[in-house]
């Protein structure tokens, strides 16, 4: 994943960093639909699916027993 910039409110951002502060903050549905690009739309996409992955692996990774660490 390249994680391309774009812009925000707060200035220039990652797909990644915007993409963790919508899952963070609920709102990623509205996020998505706010691409009117395909290809920006389908980064923001991936971007929240890397996210949500790392995140999950990250959280269940402290109930995995050492040697599977």
Request: negative net charge.
């Amino acid at each position: 994943m390249f994680n391309y910039g774009i812009y925000t409110d707060g200035g220039f951002t990652t797909f990644k960093q915007a993409a963790a502060a919508a899952v963070a903050g609920g709102y990623v549905d509205e996020w998505l639909d706010s691409f009117t690009n395909y290809d920006d739309y389908q980064e923001a996409s991936d971007a929240v699916d890397e996210v949500n992955t790392e995140w999950y692996n990250d959280a269940h990774l402290d109930d995995l027993p050492n040697e599977y660490k």
